[in-house]
């Protein structure tokens, strides 16, 4: 991805992330999530993870979100209060947050920098060869095509297939969960 | 019989419970407790028929790559066991305290909201054990959830309480941030490695040319684990958390989901303490976790004169110990036993001693309808076999000799001394005192203070069995631990 689409992806991130904490409006901040979302998804994209990118802007950013929107306005929330601002606790955040910066710069800059492949011909044919010769993977792979659905699927379903199903059974449990917490009192 | 069959046993059950509780007409809820309670005791025989491929190359089952995510050694088993009896106890502790947790659900006047509080506990434990068989970080990782997301709402269940409400806000936040560390630490680890698998972690730790990512990532995750097991710097949730949620649920929450915390944190750290290259930094990081949590968890229990928050704080000092146990790591030879079965041993200790308090506590909160020290005077008066039982516990609790807990303190110490931890064998020996202090305090409340015609309890009969059963098992672990060492085989 060229270097000026990753830091206008990644500038549009951060000021979404930022906003989110400092507008008072619950809508104003909800959008700003939006925005947040937007660019991890133009991030994801510029990292030719394709499906990520595009599964973060419909299910998200479309149907999250807009949940999300519905909530608070059928909430009716207002602007949240101006409270006092106490100055040890924001003291501590900033110094907890530089402390990381720095960390992670240090971290950065000790680790030597690696280009991802390009995708290429070449790297579809040295992918394709660890797929059966005339499975779809492996004719997609070598008629120069990504075809990531397929990939994270199988990846899903072989390297992954137990937490998988871990994964429903943690849903059933928090849709039980949601459904006890919000019960309302039968008559 | 293959091992996975107990975590999908325990998950069909709670689901059948689930589907028999929402279509059974009757009022009474209870006997959803006991339905769970029986089936988790079949569960529980069933696990010491359980085998891993290992036992049996020739089945069929053996060559299923299920076995690529899941592993069923003797930790592993221990551990299983350690979730089911949990869970057992916890589901007994929820039937006797239904009375309060139907005030607080849906209708104050019936049971009507109470049935899930009994399924849902059953879904906690297979998470517990899928993570104790757990060989790669994202199975871990999404077992570890599935026993979080029970406790959201096992900890705010009593939804017409506004102090369970408040715990359970405050255990979604801060448990949503801490897991957000461990997701980034992992990312980290996995970045640095190129794997999530244990084993092959191991495998190329020699090869690592540069280690400054990976304990970048240890780090992170270290920090998400500290939530779960309830060490220093995570650890501001539990007094909170603790007091608000409902006893059944506390307890659940200090023993269960600790221990599934520490196998985690032994599984996950074993690799890594094996390997020389990154033995030195984690091995100083557990030592100050552990002596900053030895600290706060005794120093701040000192002042407290609410029993389930003083309760809390013991939790929190207790993970200091089995920090300690970890940062004086030793493994296992065939002289001496190594920190993990220590850990091990410990927790096991710390399960007998600590539900059968919460027994306790249970009854006085719904009989005196307070949880403060006060509201054990005269307990020793009016109710002396009981006063006797909960004094046996909390003297283990303490660390009194002849008790199961002086044998778990005492290996701690052990370890420590071998390893030249003199740092922390200090603020070990400090803490330890401390502990005295606190949990004589209860005692002397119970035997030398009168109470203001408070009545006397009437224990019903599933809290008198089991306060008996886990009283007589402190004193004889304290005297005779084989068994525990035996399952640890």
């Known amino acids: 991805m060229p270097s000026y689409l990753f830091w206008l992806f990644s500038v549009i991130m951060l000021a979404g992330g930022a906003a989110v904490i400092a507008f008072r409006n619950p809508v104003a901040s909800a959008l700003s999530v939006v925005a947040c979302f937007v660019g991890l998804a133009g991030l994801f994209i510029g990292l030719s993870a394709f499906f990520v990118g595009v599964i973060q802007i419909l299910v998200y950013t479309g149907a999250v979100m807009v949940l999300f929107l519905f909530i608070i306005m059928l909430l009716d929330l207002k602007d949240e209060e101006k409270s006092a601002k106490p100055l040890v606790p924001i003291a501590a955040g900033i110094g907890l947050v530089a402390a990381f910066t720095m960390q992670l710069i240090g971290v950065l800059s000790r680790s030597p920098d690696t280009t991802a492949p390009a995708l290429d011909a070449q790297t579809f044919t040295v992918a394709a060869a660890g797929f059966p010769a005339s499975s779809k993977i492996a004719t997609n792979l070598l008629s120069g095509k990504l075809p990531d659905v397929h990939l994270i699927g199988r990846t899903l379903f072989t390297q992954y297939n137990l937490p998988l199903q871990i994964l429903g059974v943690l849903l059933l449990v928090a849709t039980i969960g949601v459904v006890v917490l919000s019960k309302r009192q039968a008559d | 019989m293959p091992a996975y069959y107990l975590e999908a046993l325990t998950v069909t059950l709670g689901i059948i419970l689930l589907m028999a509780e929402t279509f059974c007409s009757c009022k009474g809820k209870s006997w959803v407790g006991i339905a769970a309670a029986v089936g988790l005791v079949a569960i529980l025989g069933l696990t010491f028929t359980a085998i891993g491929p290992e036992a049996k ?404 009969p599933i809290s008198k069995v089991c306060i008996g059963v886990l009283t007589i098992a402190v004193l004889v672990c304290g005297i005779w631990p084989q068994p525990i060492w035996s399952l640890l085989k």
Not at chain 2, 81 to 110: G, N, Q
Not at chain 2, 311 to 338: C, D, M, N, R, V
């Open chain 2, 57 to 460: 190359p020739t089945a069929a089952w053996a060559s299923w790559p299920l076995w690529n995510f899941y592993q069923f050694d003797s930790l592993a088993r221990f551990y299983k066991i350690f979730a089911l009896v949990t869970t057992l106890f916890v589901i007994l502790l929820a039937i006797d305290f239904r009375s309060i947790l139907a005030r607080f659900t849906d209708t104050p006047d019936s049971e009507a909201g109470t049935g899930e509080f009994y399924a849902l506990p059953l879904f906690a434990c297979a998470g517990m054990m899928w993570l104790a068989s757990a060989k790669d970080l994202a199975g871990a990782f999404v077992s570890l959830e599935l026993v979080t997301v029970t406790f959201y709402i096992l900890v705010a269940y009593m939804r017409r309480n506004v102090g369970s409400l408040e715990a359970g806000v405050k255990y979604l936040i801060l448990g949503a941030l801490s897991t957000g560390f461990l997701v980034y630490g992992i990312a980290w680890v996995y970045g640095a490695t190129g794997t999530m698998r244990l084993a092959e972690i191991a495998n190329c730790l020699p090869h690592l040319t540069n280690t400054t990512p990976l304990l970048f990532g240890i780090a992170f995750v270290m920090i998400g684990l500290c939530f779960k097991i309830g060490a220093v710097p995570m650890q501001v949730w539990i007094p909170d958390v603790y007091q608000g949620a409902p006893t059944p649920t506390t307890a659940f929450l200090s023993v269960g989901s600790k221990a599934a915390g520490f196998i985690l944190t032994i599984r996950f750290l074993e690799p890594f303490l094996a390997s020389e290259v990154t033995r030195g930094p984690i091995l100083t990081l557990l030592l100050i976790l552990a002596c900053a949590t030895l600290l706060f968890g005794n120093l701040a229990a000192i002042p407290q004169t609410n029993f389930k928050r003083l309760l809390a704080y013991s939790s929190i000092a207790h993970a200091g110990f089995l920090l300690l146990a970890l940062a004086a790591w030793k493994p296992e030879t065939a002289i001496s036993e190594g920190s993990i079965k220590v850990v091990s041993f410990y927790l096991a200790t710390y399960l007998l001693m600590t539900l059968g308090v919460f027994f306790v506590l249970a009854q006085v909160r719904i009989q005196r309808d307070g949880e403060t020290i006060h509201d054990f005077n005269g307990l020793g008066k009016s109710n002396p076999a009981l006063a006797l039982a909960l004094t046996v516990l909390l003297a283990a609790l303490a660390g009194v000799p002849l008790t199961a807990g002086f044998i778990g303190k005492f290996m701690v110490f052990s370890l420590a001394l071998d390893a030249q931890l003199w740092p922390g064998i200090v603020v070990a020996f400090i803490s330890a005192a401390a502990g005295f202090y606190y949990y004589f305090n209860v005692i002397r409340a119970m035997w030398w203070r009168d109470s203001h015609n408070a009545p006397s309890l009437i224990l019903p």
